[in-house]
């Protein structure tokens, strides 16, 4: 696979010329690729470079104003995503497509175009998973599952249509290292068969070491095409961004400060229906450092988060305190007027209300820290100035202060989210998932205002599932499994390996069929 | 002696949850495709009042049944329509079809106050019918046998059928189901369609078996009864089954008591049984909820619209 691919081989998919416009973007301008079979093609680009269209119009749920698209060698439309399945196109989105209440066998049916006898569908997904060394138990409940067995869910219903070109959108971006490894292993084999792979991702160091060929994108237009395996990184990075690569700059932390935050002892049940409880979680956060908590999801993370926030306060005072002062017991408000900023892994719906607009969304949070709300009058001016503010520094992309939150694509209502609580200077700031779904050169730049709010001072916490993150942020590092936290351990005398088998802990594969998968499922028998 | 009481006391029992137990079943059906239609009660008046209606002016019942199915699902096609098409409030629909339902029904059924007719009879001959023993099974009417094979059937086809999948899948992840490709707000449609038609069979089970005579507001708030034990029986139409006759039984303690000349307690605390139980069973549910249980389609009443 690692020899160049037949350049004489007729492409299994070549699009050429192909534009699309909506009402004032051009989503996609005069794009070219072309993908042979066996081969793995990345596409490279930030959010709205146009991928996520380009690919739309190749699994036919979007078409294309101009241009054309050629199926081995053929003239072909793809009116719809039907069609695309038919040609043998099969994708895996990045938001799964998947019913938590139903078995995983009941959602590959749910998947299929056509209707198959139960016990055949049995007969063939168990093939797949054997061919490929897929550990997935068929007759478990999703919402029982981890991530990476999901993404199987829907790379098995791809496979059981015999694809000829499989495209996976940022299929990595939740997974952990060990199961990042499985999965390119499973790409691998699937390209050696002689399917093509569309590989989008904005992770370069993935693309370096799985793909043969790379498309970026920047604007709507191919800005180059190259060889990942020969290409720098650095190199790959400034094409898709289209500037150098803003650096994060650190701060001296060594002399770390004062404890800003300080819990001890936490413990609280899950909550329901599939929470994780917390178990005696410990630990401090000083001024002036950023702490990292690594972990997969549904280890502990939102509990965590919301035990931090106030929203489920604590059974004892003592059990979290900030700057010496027991906030246990306090509900939310207190806590953030003392200085505690929370930001949680939902945007829509927890970190803000979608049907406000971006001012009142910001009255919510900062009207405890900042003089926005005296004697309990909103004051209208100081509220779009603020919020103004944090359009201006956060390069939020919006129509203006009084856009809704939901009418705001999920990077950017992150980016607004993270400048409402970095504005209000907290005192400590606790984190979930800051850059999830932002893409590289934002993500980059909310990062380097984490550094820097930590350089003032403050004490950061970022609870994340991306290593590579957490690794270029954090000075300290700790890991949540089982909602139990270990122990925190310099960043610098740490190997990715080792957080990897910490984060898998329980999760990781067993390598047997059946995947192990929590302490709470340890007294069940292993299913078969 | 002792089992003729008992066995009169199965008949009233079946008597009075059938026509619950086919509401309930409809409206399961209707929340497993991810639609809350709180009009039951509205939906079974219009029944009850249609099916009279037809029975009374052609003298036969079995196109009053036929009637009172095509009036419960002329009656959710307009909570559909509302709901669906023009995505209103599935809760403030189904509380407005309530009211709609109470208002039709007694002005159609102005005329028919007090007016009878022949009540719905027993299938079987009367050598089954009216044995002593064996009418306990054989003695109900074909309403009472449709409705114990509607639990079977709606139990297999959720279970069992690609189609009952696609439903529920519906009713679990809407968004999901539009992305796959499934039609999320037709087959809404078709559930909302069999809730209309079996809530219409259950109002009209009051009007041409239960009490073969018109009155206001026969169904005295069966409907709510029947709303309640979709969510005690957990969306499992065996567990409906179950439930509808306990409900039944709860019902007819009012009955038995005379029959048993218990006086000491008053008929009317007994007449309010049923719906204490269905507060006790939905605060019992709530508690349940906080344990973690997962019953409740993910996407009950959620408003879908394709973008």
């Not at chain 1, 408000?333 to 969304?361: I, M």
């Not at chain 1, 992150?414 to 005192?427: S, W």
């Not at chain 2, 009472?144 to 059937?153: H, M, P």
Request: proline content about 4%; charged content about 15%.
């Amino acid at each position: 696979m690692t020899q160049p691919p037949d350049q004489t081989v007729r492409p299994r998919l070549a699009l050429s010329h192909i534009s699309k416009s909506f009402p004032g973007v051009k989503a996609n301008e005069d794009i070219s690729l072309s993908v042979r079979p066996g081969e793995i093609h990345a596409l490279l680009g930030e959010n709205g470079a146009g991928k996520s269209t380009l690919v739309k119009i190749i699994y036919g749920v979007q078409q294309a104003d101009e241009g054309s698209i050629a199926w081995n060698g053929e003239t072909v439309a793809i009116p719809s995503p039907k069609a695309a399945r038919r040609l043998g196109i099969g994708m895996v989105f990045q938001h799964f497509s998947l019913f938590d209440a139903m078995t995983v066998i009941e959602n590959i049916a749910l998947g299929l175009d056509e209707a198959v006898d139960r016990d055949e569908l049995k007969a063939r997904v168990a093939a797949i998973l054997d061919s490929y060394s897929l550990p997935l138990d068929p007759e478990r409940e999703v919402h029982t599952l981890s991530v990476g067995e999901r993404q199987r869910i829907e790379i098995v219903r791809c496979l059981l249509q015999k694809p000829k070109l499989l495209i996976m959108d940022e299929p990595t971006s939740v997974l952990t290292p060990q199961e990042v490894d499985k999965l390119f292993l499973t790409l691998r084999q699937i390209a050696s068969e002689g399917c093509a792979i569309l590989y989008i991702s904005h992770k370069l160091h993935e693309i370096k070491a799985l793909c043969e060929a790379a498309t970026i994108l920047r604007g709507g237009k191919v800005v180059a095409t190259c060889d990942p395996k020969i290409e720098t990184t650095k190199r790959m990075a400034e094409l898709m961004i289209g500037a150098e690569l803003r650096q994060i700059v650190h701060g001296d932390s060594s002399g770390a400060g004062a404890v800003r935050l300080s819990v001890s002892g936490l413990t609280l049940a899950g909550e329901p229906p599939f929470g994780t409880d917390l178990e005696g979680v410990s630990f401090e956060a000083r001024a002036g450092e950023i702490l990292g908590i690594a972990g997969v999801a549904g280890n502990g993370q939102s509990e965590l988060l919301t035990a931090l926030s106030g929203e489920r306060p604590a059974t004892k005072a003592d059990a979290i305190t900030l700057d010496g002062k027991p906030i246990g017991t306090m509900s939310a408000g207190p806590r953030r007027a003392l200085g505690l900023a929370c930001v949680p892994e939902e945007r829509n719906g927890h970190a803000a209300v979608p049907d406000f607009s971006l001012a009142d969304n910001s009255i919510l949070t900062a009207r405890h820290r900042l003089p926005l709300t005296p004697l309990g009058i909103i004051s209208t001016g100081d509220v779009k100035n603020f919020a103004d503010s944090v359009i201006k520094r956060f390069d939020v992309r919006t129509t203006g202060t009084a856009a809704l939150a939901r009418s705001l694509s999920g990077g950017n209502l992150q980016k607004f989210i993270m400048g409402r609580e970095i504005g209000q200077q907290p005192g400590v700031l606790v984190v979930c998932q800051p850059t999830w779904g932002v893409d590289a050169g934002a993500a980059a730049a909310i990062r380097q205002e984490l550094v820097d709010l930590a350089a003032k001072g403050s004490a950061v916490v970022v609870i994340s599932q991306d290593l590579d993150e957490l690794l270029e942020l954090a000075d300290r590092l700790c890991v949540i499994n089982e909602g139990r936290l270990s122990a925190p351990r310099a960043v610098a005398e740490l190997g990715i390996d080792e957080i990897g088998l910490m984060m898998g802990g329980v999760h990781g594969e067993s390598g047997h069929g059946a995947s192990g998968h929590g302490a709470s499922d340890l007294g069940e028998p292993a299913h078969a | 002696m002792t089992t003729a009481i008992l066995v009169s006391i199965v008949m009233t029992l079946v008597a009075a949850s059938t026509p619950i137990l086919l509401a309930a079943l409809g409206e399961l059906v209707v929340e497993k495709s991810g639609v809350l239609n709180l009009g039951v009660e509205g939906m079974m008046l219009c029944g009850a009042v249609a099916g009279f209606a037809v029975a009374f002016s052609t003298g036969s019942t079995g196109l009053g049944l036929v009637a009172a199915c095509g009036a419960g699902i002329a009656t959710a096609m307009v909570f559909a329509v509302l709901t669906l098409s023009l995505t209103a409030n599935q809760v403030a629909t189904g509380l407005a079809l309530t009211i709609f339902g109470v208002g039709v029904s007694s002005l159609i059924g102005a005329g028919f106050v007090g007016r009878t007719i022949t009540r719905l009879g027993p299938v079987f001959p009367a050598a089954l019918s009216e044995h002593p023993l064996l009418r306990a099974v054989f003695g109900h009417d074909i309403v009472v046998y449709l409705s114990l094979a509607l639990v079977l059937g709606v139990s297999l086809f959720l279970r069992r059928t690609r189609a009952g999948l696609i439903l529920r899948a519906v009713g679990e992840n809407d968004a999901s189901a539009h992305a796959i490709g499934y039609p999320v707000i037709a087959i809404r449609y078709g559930a909302i369609a069999f809730g209309g038609a079996l809530a219409g069979l259950g109002g009209a089970y009051f009007s041409l078996a239960l009490t073969p005579m018109w009155a206001d507001r026969l169904t005295a708030g069966r409907g709510w009864i029947a709303l309640a034990l979709v969510v005690f029986a957990a969306w499992k139409p065996g567990r409906l089954l179950l439930g509808a006759y306990l409900f039944g039984a709860v019902m007819t303690l009012e009955l038995q008591a005379k029959a048993a000349g218990i006086t000491w307690l008053a008929p009317e605390l007994l007449a309010m049984a049923p719906y204490l139980a269905t507060v006790a069973v939905l605060t019992m549910m709530s508690i349940g909820r906080k344990t973690g249980r997962l019953d409740a389609p993910a996407c009950l009443g959620k408003p879908f619209s394709a973008s």
